[in-house]
């Protein structure tokens, strides 16, 4: 579903005009009652300057846990993290289809962890502040959900909402994360697209956001990480030092990156010495490196972007290679020493 490409003819004013007599409906009903926002945000009211809300739905748009772990390391670096508006997650989550843990002690249940969408007041490293929308990915109701997002665009006069996500590549983890850029203003783009004609793609509740925020005059971007399709069920750390950078250029933040990179280190490590022991491994991802090196320098010569007689390694292939690498990491054994992912 990640290969079927259309040409860019026409077929899109119907789609225009439709969201623009949505609109015009939507502009008639009163604000959103699927979100409570706090009346009075000090920080936020006494702040001048540009306002940028970044946004990570768990769900879809998540391989190698890249955008959440990066979600948890802005809260984690923030000196606090006050919620300033909370979605109401019993109109948008399917708790049969995602269903909280909750914790059963002997002979009674405790610790229900219960999903929460919220928005949060953060501050950089030198104590600009900044929005993050974080949480369970809506399972229904996109369409209220954005337009509750707006109503809190408008409340705390954001000038960018930033999207982070990720998916699985056919790419190699030796060479540099690549990612691609969207936006709904093609003023906001700084890189040239790397992809060619349209692709057609299963939606999410960010993307529909994105669109949205475009049809009500709203700017937003956002920032996809390639993951080695070999390493999606693993934490890949190195991801999310590569999206918060990303947040760091759009948003004119710093944000305190050292403990990040030390973990994306250390998965790098672990991989590494994985590779060292299997040689039939490292033979496949070596094979994977020759496919890029390949297309990189078709790239840059404008030349033919398919390498002659390298055929490109499956997921299939390297997951199942990578499954004892997984359960080694998963399981932690009777060894102290190997170290903790």
Same mark, same amino acid.
């Not at 040409?7 to 959103?32: W, Y």
């Not at 846990?65 to 909370?86: G, I, K």
């Not at 990179?261 to 299997?278: K, P, S």
């Given at each position: 579903?990640?290969?079927?490409?259309?040409?860019?003819?026409?077929?899109?004013?119907?789609?225009?005009?439709?969201?623009?007599?949505?609109?015009?409906?939507?502009?008639? +009903?009163?604000?959103?009652?699927?979100?409570?926002?706090?009346?009075? /945000?000090?920080?936020?009211?006494?702040?001048? *300057?540009?306002?940028?809300?970044?946004?990570?739905?768990?769900?879809?748009?998540?391989?190698?846990?890249?955008? @959440?772990?990066?979600?948890?390391?802005?809260?984690?670096?923030? @000196?606090?993290?006050?919620? +300033?508006?909370?979605?109401?997650?019993?109109?948008?989550?399917?708790?049969?289809?995602? $269903?909280? #843990? /909750?914790?059963?002690?002997?002979?009674?249940?405790?610790?229900?962890?219960?999903?929460?969408?919220?928005?949060?007041?953060?501050?950089?490293?030198?104590?600009?502040?900044?929005?993050?929308?974080?949480?369970?990915? #809506?399972?229904?109701?996109?369409?209220?959900?954005?337009?509750?997002?707006?109503?809190? @665009?408008?409340?705390?006069?954001?000038?960018?909402?930033?999207?982070?996500?990720?998916?699985?590549?056919?790419?190699?983890?030796?060479?540099?994360?690549?990612?691609?850029?969207?936006?709904?203003?093609?003023? %906001?783009?700084?890189?040239?697209?790397?992809? =060619?004609?349209?692709?057609?793609?299963?939606?999410?509740?960010? +993307?529909?956001?994105?669109?949205?925020?475009?049809?009500?005059?709203?700017? &937003? !971007?956002?920032?996809?990480?390639?993951?080695?399709?070999?390493?999606?069920?693993?934490?890949?750390?190195?991801?999310? !030092?590569?999206?918060?950078?990303? +947040?760091?250029?759009?948003?004119?933040?710093?944000?305190?990156?050292?403990? %990040?990179?030390?973990?994306?280190?250390?998965?790098?490590?672990?991989?590494? *010495?994985?590779?060292?022991?299997? &040689?039939?491994?490292?033979? @496949?991802?070596?094979?994977?490196?020759?496919?890029?090196?390949?297309?990189?320098?078709?790239?840059?010569?404008?030349? =033919?972007?398919?390498? #002659? =007689?390298?055929?490109?390694?499956? *997921?299939?292939?390297? *997951?199942?290679?990578?499954? $004892?690498?997984?359960?080694?990491?998963?399981?932690?054994?009777?060894?102290?020493?190997? #170290?903790?992912?």
């Amino acid at each position: 579903m990640w290969n079927i490409f259309r040409s860019r003819d026409g077929g899109r004013e119907p789609d225009r005009e439709a969201a623009q007599i949505d609109r015009t409906r939507e502009d008639r +009903v009163a604000k959103s009652k699927l979100v409570h926002i706090v009346d009075s /945000v000090p920080a936020l009211d006494d702040h001048e *300057g540009p306002l940028v809300m970044v946004q990570v739905l768990d769900g879809f748009l998540d391989a190698g846990n890249a955008s @959440v772990r990066a979600a948890q390391h802005m809260v984690e670096a923030s @000196v606090s993290a006050p919620v +300033v508006a909370t979605f109401d997650v019993d109109a948008f989550h399917d708790y049969r289809a995602r $269903r909280p #843990p /909750v914790t059963f002690a002997r002979d009674h249940y405790e610790d229900y962890e219960a999903p929460r969408l919220v928005v949060r007041l953060l501050r950089d490293t030198g104590g600009t502040p900044y929005l993050l929308l974080h949480g369970p990915e #809506p399972d229904n109701r996109w369409e209220a959900f954005a337009r509750a997002v707006r109503d809190v @665009v408008e409340r705390f006069e954001v000038d960018t909402v930033i999207s982070l996500g990720s998916v699985p590549m056919a790419v190699p983890h030796t060479r540099p994360m690549t990612l691609t850029h969207h936006a709904n203003n093609p003023d %906001l783009l700084t890189v040239e697209s790397p992809w =060619n004609g349209e692709l057609r793609v299963p939606s999410s509740a960010q +993307v529909l956001v994105e669109l949205r925020l475009g049809d009500w005059g709203r700017d &937003a !971007v956002g920032f996809v990480a390639h993951i080695p399709h070999y390493l999606a069920q693993l934490d890949y750390p190195h991801a999310s !030092v590569a999206l918060l950078e990303q +947040v760091e250029l759009a948003g004119r933040l710093t944000i305190d990156l050292t403990t %990040l990179r030390q973990e994306a280190a250390t998965r790098d490590a672990e991989i590494a *010495g994985y590779l060292e022991e299997n &040689a039939e491994v490292a033979e @496949v991802v070596h094979a994977l490196e020759r496919q890029y090196d390949a297309f990189q320098r078709a790239e840059d010569e404008g030349s =033919n972007l398919l390498a #002659p =007689n390298q055929p490109l390694p499956t *997921g299939e292939e390297l *997951g199942r290679e990578f499954e $004892r690498f997984l359960a080694g990491l998963d399981d932690d054994g009777d060894d102290p020493e190997r #170290p903790t992912p």
